[in-house]
């Protein structure tokens, strides 16, 4: 059995150094070991067809093609125009607008790296061409695109209840990242002004009461998505897939009929690159689950699980340990399969402990989002440097204050379960 196991987790590990996509990666590893152990392939096959057939799942296809109009359609750059009109007006009011605005459209992407690549790529520029330094305005847009990951609604947050087993509420997990969320922004706009007084960055013009009005009228209808959906899916209207089909037939309504800012025809490139967004995502779903299956069936949860608490009965330090797992692994392995392989192996520990799975849940998100700012795979901290003109080394230097903040938050949610379960507990009972 101890052989299995390394030729499961050795072969991965191998495919990851050697940049095998993640999704062939977990496959082979998963094939090989099944072949070593004496099973037949079409027990993999089985798993991942099992991994895939939820109807929860369903709601991921159509948030993505949400996110996916709403990005393209001209919501971003009003999302940025309201939220100048609210705070654009302190000192270094540019850095807050954008982390107020990553706020909002993380609300409707539920993507950090959909979130950079909209926002990022009309805020960084203005950003330096305002007098704002490349570094700063790089990491203030990549460190509040982590909001996205946390403020509902999360296509991720529906894998991790999948992974937890199907026994955890979405609408509570939803409702579980909105004070998180908006504290996290928070806590960003204070570090970010505290690093603007300090560089004297400038304050943007006030805008005219009547521009305002204006501004916030044309705004109100891309906010109004996420709290149809989160007011559909807490209330019991609708369920969190029902609530996905109508973010993305009213964001379509909303971005060709009323906005007009892209012509309809536009639709076919969206829905080309909603395809090859969600294939990934599947494929990445379907071999993790058979991979999570086999490290089930070599008993690596229960190994893993014995070993931490082995470790030390003092549920403060086996947290932390826990948090150190999720923070380490997220920067060499992408979110969605490391949500499904990490989930049925420490939700167990945590639970032991008396962490609730829904806080575990937001945790997690917060801790793999931090991953997707660090190198090695950073796919967020990649994009917004392929945006900004800058290379990796210097932006991951220049992170250290933002991710400080991160790891005070990591702790706060993991330790105050209260900011996670307040919400949920007070809305839904």
């Known amino acids: 059995m101890d052989t299995a196991i390394i030729i499961l987790l050795g072969s991965f590990l191998v495919m990851l150094v050697l940049r095998i996509p993640i999704a062939f990666s977990l496959g082979i590893s998963t094939l090989l070991t099944a072949f070593y152990v004496g099973l037949p392939p079409m027990v993999v096959a089985q798993q991942m067809v099992k991994g895939i057939n939820s109807f929860s799942l369903m709601a991921i296809p159509f948030f993505i093609i949400a996110g996916e109009i709403m990005g393209q359609g001209g919501i971003s750059d009003r999302l940025i125009k309201f939220s100048n009109v609210m705070i654009g007006w302190m000192r270094g009011g540019l850095a807050m607008v954008n982390i107020l605005a990553s706020m909002f459209f ?20 203005m950003m330096e061409k305002n007098g704002y330094d490349k570094d700063y305005s790089i990491n203030v847009t990549i460190t509040s695109s982590v909001q996205g990951i946390i403020i509902p609604p999360s296509h991720n947050m529906i894998i991790y209840a999948l992974a937890a087993g199907g026994g955890i509420s979405v609408a509570k997990l939803f409702l579980a990242g909105v004070v998180p969320g908006v504290l996290l922004g928070i806590a960003l706009m204070i570090l970010s002004h505290h690093i603007a007084v300090k560089r004297n960055y400038p304050r943007e013009k006030r805008v005219s009461f009547k521009e305002s009005l204006k501004i916030v009228r044309d705004s109100i209808l891309g906010l109004l998505t996420a709290f149809i959906i989160i007011g559909g899916v807490t209330s019991g209207i609708f369920t969190a897939t029902e609530s996905a089909a109508i973010a993305a037939v009213y964001a379509f309504i909303i ?3 009323v906005y007009k800012d892209i012509p309809l025809k536009q639709m076919v490139g969206i829905l080309r690159n909603s395809l090859s967004t969600l294939s990934m995502v599947v494929a990445i779903i379907a071999t993790s689950s058979a991979f999570a299956w086999m490290m089930s069936y070599l008993q690596v949860p229960k190994m893993i699980t014995e070993a931490l608490l082995n470790l030390s009965n003092n549920p403060i330090i086996i947290l932390l340990i826990v948090n150190v797992i999720l923070l380490l692994l997220g920067t060499i392995m992408d979110m969605a399969p490391l949500i499904l392989i990490a989930t049925p192996i420490l939700l167990p520990v945590v639970t032991s402990v008396g962490m609730n799975p829904i806080t575990f849940g937001v945790v997690m998100m917060l801790n793999l989002g931090v991953g997707l700012l660090t190198p090695p795979v950073g796919s967020t901290l990649f994009v917004g440097c392929s945006i900004g003109g800058a290379s990796i080394e210097r932006i991951a230097r220049k992170l250290i204050p933002f991710y400080l903040l991160l790891a005070v938050m990591v702790l706060l949610l993991t330790f105050i379960p209260e900011l996670t379960l307040w919400l949920p507990n007070f809305l839904m009972g």
Request: hydrophobic share 45%; aromatic share 8%; net charge negative.
């Open 255 to 257: 971005t060709f009929f």
């Open 106 to 125: 993380g609300g409707i992407s539920g993507s950090s790296v959909a979130d950079v690549s909209s926002i990022g790529t009309i805020l960084i520029p």
